[in-house]
């Protein structure tokens, strides 16, 4: 197999209007004098706008002479200068280092651009420098740099985020703006996050507390907000042309990953196609440390019967690799200054991939599962964008957004020594349609509403197969036979209004409606109380939030924010096997979970070298959907899949409490070295006073960071702490096959730390080395919640090529 070589520049964003200078400027890093790409360049008035390219280079045709032009990048200090004044420079200019910028753009908050230094929720941004230093293999190793967020793991194809005690379906993705979440995102942990590709995202957005007023149903612990390449439209006369390829080898996995992407861009036409593939073999786990974590044995079928090997090498976690294709296509087309559009298309398959944690699951003194997989994870996006520029009494910025996504999943298993293989599909069609506008009321006022509606279809199939004979036979399905429809419809307003220059108010609305309908065709294998589902629940969600900035470099948030998160298909209508022995039932008196949250946060920049920021924040929580011991028909066992089960079901609780805070500080000791840290801690309970399931042990980072000419690096840390028995929720405590025992014999999640060094040397303008190597000391850990033990001692090697 041949691995092409990549790089993925690409725009942050791109608005071209009318006007001439005629010249082109350059834009360098003041250290080092390399080109700084992906600068945003615009005037005072916010309606001219350019980009500069990988040479570092823009055209400021678009501005008038008597322009001053503002120059924003997230790692560098902003900086404006006049027209005039960039002839006597030579039209080339240097941006100096910054730890951190208060005045970042962000794209989340109210679906348009907004200054982050106006916005009251905490914010952390993941930018393509980021990636391009710590290389993260998936999109859900990405959402872990800077530790944004907490990341839990099944298996090695996975990867579900927490957030602030969050996660699964109460987390919501987005896309380009379409929300990724559908009708079966589960409670438990997921790994959809990994159909997007890395390789095509130039900003990622983790916005933190409640974001349903802008998003809806699902955004309660945060929103992810991901931003994919843009086709770049040529700046002048001539075609723009821009070639990327990226090779990379790492040696836990022995992961080979190819990426491809190309972009022409002309005046009004631009096109960009990406293509990637990695493949990931078993993983190597680390030696030091833990030996109750070892794959002593596994399964093999052997002269048609199942037979337990020992493992030779304990350390390699058989059978937990996979490999994945990722594709997208784009086209934009800018007729006029005032319009634009934007198709899309994104396509993620995968290979089987092992659900580890199920494979290394005993049944007494022998393994559970011969084989336990997900078959390949398949999405795909239609995406057609319409941006249109005109005031008008309603509006002076509009933007219709269609998509139409398509996703699968299968879950195969069989037992050890049995002969059938169950298989269990899921197919979901969404549509979704947004209208989006916003409007300047004059007098500091600004208004952003509109209006969303989603559709879900879900179709469940079923059946178990005689591997001696191949032969077929019907079991119950994953989710209802018959008809599974969820339709959402919405409206939303937000408002800005900049009391002085140094108070922002934001505030807002969302009324949600929420339709769920399902039907039960074959009702032989479980007998029912009930042949269909039918739920309608509204919901109205607000916020309110100020930002204070005491002085030039100090900013106080405050925001108060509801969410909520309306029962789903899965929550209401699943039948699965949850944990050894359990089996979770229907239950179609679910309510609505809302959320109540503040947030107060401190950022403060002292001098020109310590950047710090705090965040404090309290959810209250009602009406909490939980997974709980319940009955079904009278009986709080039953059998299922040829084994009598413990009977559970998502209930709502009376309400649960969740409070923690977030710290970072950067500190630039010199022009070529700065020190960057960050610690998050968080506790929770339900009005059982048990422990919450998504709250994540306390974890944090400390960052030595080196750049100097054409050579970037970090050497960190990485840590968390432990969860004691009686501080893990009731759900993880009975999965004796994921934890250390204490010294009492019961379940605990253990603290551990890591050693990492990741660097990035420039070669030329058009080649970059990339290489580092993780858990330097080798040590042997499995985060908190996650089946599948981290990565031991790995090294790797990336080559980009720029043309």
Not at 41 to 57: C, D, W
Not at 112 to 120: D, F, R, S, T
Not at 241 to 257: F, G, P, Q, V
Not at 715 to 722: D, R, V
Request: charged share 20%.
């Amino acid at each position: 197999m041949k691995f092409v070589l990549k790089s993925f520049f690409g725009i942050l964003f791109l608005l071209i209007f009318n006007a001439s200078a005629g010249q082109t400027i350059r834009v360098l890093d003041q250290i080092s004098g390399n080109p700084v790409p992906d600068v945003a360049i615009f005037n005072q008035a916010m309606n001219k706008s350019v980009i500069s390219k990988h040479e570092g280079e823009a055209s400021l045709e678009v501005f008038n002479h008597t322009d001053t032009i503002i120059l924003q990048h997230p790692a560098y200090k902003r900086m404006s200068v006049t027209i005039s004044q960039l002839e006597k420079m030579g039209y080339v200019i240097y941006l100096e280092k910054d730890v951190r910028m208060l005045d970042e753009f962000v794209l989340i908050v109210n679906r348009w651009e907004q200054e982050i230094n106006e916005v009251p929720n905490k914010i952390s941004i993941i930018s393509r420098t980021d990636v391009q230093l710590y290389n993260p293999q998936t999109t859900a190793d990405l959402l872990s740099i800077n530790n944004a967020v907490f990341l839990q793991k099944s298996q090695l194809g996975g990867g579900s985020p927490m957030i602030r005690g969050f996660a699964a379906n109460s987390v919501l993705l987005v896309v380009d703006g379409v929300r990724m979440n559908n009708a079966i995102y589960r409670s438990g942990n997921l790994q959809n996050v990994i159909s997007l590709d890395p390789n095509v995202i130039e900003q990622s957005e983790v916005v933190y507390g409640p974001g349903s007023v802008v998003y809806g149903s699902d955004a309660l612990g945060g929103v992810l907000d991901f931003h994919t390449l843009r086709p770049k439209l040529s700046t002048g006369k001539q075609l723009y042309l821009s070639l990327n390829a990226i090779t990379r080898l790492s040696s836990a996995n022995n992961e080979k990953l190819g990426h491809f992407d190309l972009n022409l861009g002309f005046q009004k036409w631009a096109f960009l196609s990406s293509i990637s593939y990695s493949d990931y073999e078993d993983l190597k786990m680390g030696s030091v440390g833990h030996p109750s974590y070892l794959r002593n044995e596994y399964v093999s079928r052997i002269d048609g019967k199942d037979t337990i090997l020992q493992n030779e090498n304990p350390g390699l976690q058989k059978f937990s690799g996979y490999s994945q294709i990722n594709f997208t296509g784009k086209v934009r087309f800018k007729p006029k200054n005032n319009l634009n559009f934007n198709y899309a298309f994104h396509y993620s398959n995968t290979s089987d991939i092992p659900r580890y944690d199920r494979l290394i699951q005993y049944n007494q003194d022998k393994l559970k599962y011969a084989r336990w997989y997900y078959g390949p994870q398949k999405w795909f996006m239609h995406f057609l964008n319409g941006d249109f520029e005109h005031k008008t009494f309603l509006y002076d910025n509009a933007k219709l957004t269609m998509a139409y996504q398509q996703y699968e999943e299968s879950r195969h298993y069989r037992r050890l020594n049995e002969i059938d293989l169950f298989h269990r599909f899921e197919k979901v069609d969404i549509f979704s349609f947004n209208y989006d506008l916003n409007k300047d009321l004059g007098n500091s006022l600004s208004a952003f509403y509109g209006i969303e509606t989603v559709f879900n279809n879900v179709s469940s199939i079923a059946y178990s197969e005689d591997i001696t004979t191949g032969i077929g036979s019907p079991i119950p399905s994953r989710y209802p036979n018959g008809l599974n429809q969820y339709y959402t419809l919405a409206i939303y307003s937000m408002f800005k209004y900049n009391l002085n220059e140094k108070i922002n108010l934001n505030a807002g609305f969302r009324y949600n409606y929420i339709y769920l309908y399902s039907t039960i065709e074959d009702n032989s294998f479980y007998n029912f109380p009930f042949e269909e589902l039918l739920l309608k629940n509204s919901a109205l969600n607000g916020s309110l939030g100020f930002v204070f900035r005491q002085a030039e470099n100090s900013q106080i948030n405050v925001n108060l924010a509801s969410g909520f998160r309306a029962p789903n298909l899965d929550d209401v209508a699943k039948i699965f096997d949850s944990e050894p022995g359990g089996v979770v039932v229907p239950n179609d008196n679910l309510k609505p979970e809302y959320t109540y949250n503040i947030d107060l946060g401190w950022i403060k920049k002292f001098g020109e070298t310590i950047d710090f920021e705090i965040t404090g924040f309290y959810t209250y929580l009602k009406d909490a959907m939980v997974r709980r011991p319940y009955s079904f028909n009278g009986f709080n066992t039953i059998m299922y899949d040829r084994e009598m089960s413990k009977v559970y079901a998502v209930v709502n609780v009376k309400n649960a409490n969740l409070y923690g805070f977030s710290l970072n500080l950067g500190f630039m000791i010199s022009p070529s070295f700065s020190l960057k840290t960050d610690f998050t801690y968080m506790k929770g309970k339900d009005n059982e006073d048990l422990p919450l399931r998504h709250i994540p042990p306390y974890y944090g980072g400390l960052h030595i960071l080196f750049e100097k000419t054409i050579i970037k690096a970090d050497l960190y840390a990485l840590y968390n702490g432990e969860i004691s028995n009686e501080n893990l929720s009731p759900e993880e405590q009975s999965k004796l096959h994921m934890y250390e025992l204490d010294q009492n014999g019961m379940p605990y999640s253990p603290s551990w730390y890591s050693l990492n060094f990741k660097t990035s040397v420039q070669v030329t303008k058009k080649l970059t080395f990339m290489g580092g190597v993780e858990n330097i000391l080798d040590h042997r850990y499995r985060p908190y919640s996650s089946g599948i033990v981290a990565p031991g001692r790995n090294f790797f090697l990336s080559i980009k090529v720029s043309i």
